[in-house]
């Protein structure tokens, strides 16, 4: 055989798999343009769904709740990161299946079987982390930002002796700012509560081990504060949330891979593969 009828051998197979993966993406761009569509005609309910921790943090000082347009075009923009984000959640399930459809032919049936709890796990926790942004943190938080509104209205009611003061503050978000500092708060816990996925995946791949994990927990506190930092809204209070959320994750993630470990070392026993480790 020559050279040139090697390289055509090669290129068949190359080409059939670009044809798969276009074939991949354009179901997937149609699965998220239809949801975006969804949600761009649908967004009053995903900012209804949004508002109401606020609403509720206003309501229990006996206030509207009432958003401003401080700009011209901000409804308009603002409409369209609700279809975008909402589009991509509502479609995620498509793209998911598309990204496994192309990716299992290459893999040999246990590694189908270690990734796929994983690839499940991922998006699942993600919610979680939301799910427990939106019920908890959000309603902890407005309710502690919207307090400084009573302390300005406390400390205007001490100085009336003074000319030409207000008479207090009112709050009166802006859409656009609240939707940002929302999705900040629901993407950061979302991505955080990746991380027993992340370590948990690492250890089963023989990257990181329970001992190693334990060994470096003080040098985990400083990252998990600098992360929290860099990813929190701009706070002290809600950089504390995140890091008390995350490091019980980072203990978890340390007994899961134990347990793991376990199993391992059960099944190499049986198998007659098991080698005690090194005490050093």
């Not at 498509?94 to 990716?103: K, P």
């Amino acid at each position: 055989m020559t050279q040139t009828e090697n390289l055509d051998g090669s290129a068949a197979p190359l080409i059939e798999h670009l044809k798969e993966l276009r074939n991949r993406i354009m179901v997937s761009i149609a699965a998220y343009a239809v949801a975006f569509m969804i949600c761009y005609v649908e967004w009053g309910y995903v900012f209804a769904f949004l508002s109401r921790p606020m609403c509720q943090a206003l309501a229990s000082r006996a206030q509207d709740c009432t958003f401003v347009l401080v700009k011209v075009q901000e409804g308009f923009f603002v409409t369209l990161k609700i279809a975008m984000w909402g589009g991509f959640v509502l479609a995620f399930p498509v793209i998911a299946i598309q990204l496994w459809r192309f990716i299992a032919p290459g893999l040999y049936r246990n590694e189908k079987m270690a990734f796929l709890p994983f690839l499940i796990a991922s998006p699942v926790m993600f919610c979680l982390g939301g799910g427990f942004a939106y019920l908890v943190v959000l309603p902890f938080a407005f309710d502690f930002f919207l307090s400084y509104q009573d302390s300005f209205k406390t400390a205007m009611q001490t100085t009336n002796a003074l000319a030409q003061v207000p008479k207090g503050v009112v709050f009166q978000g802006s859409v656009e700012a609240f939707f940002a500092l929302t999705m900040q708060f629901l993407l950061a816990f979302g991505l955080c509560f990746q991380l027993p996925v992340l370590l948990t995946l690492m250890g089963k791949a023989g990257l990181i081990g329970s001992k190693g994990l334990k060994s470096t927990r003080k040098y985990a506190v400083v990252a998990i504060m600098i992360v929290s930092s860099m990813i929190a809204p701009p706070d002290v209070t809600s950089m504390l949330i995140l890091f008390a959320v995350i490091y019980p994750l980072y203990e978890i993630s340390i007994w899961i891979i134990v347990y793991f470990e376990k199993q391992a070392e059960k099944q190499a026993k049986l198998d007659g593969t098991w080698e005690e480790p090194d005490e050093e």
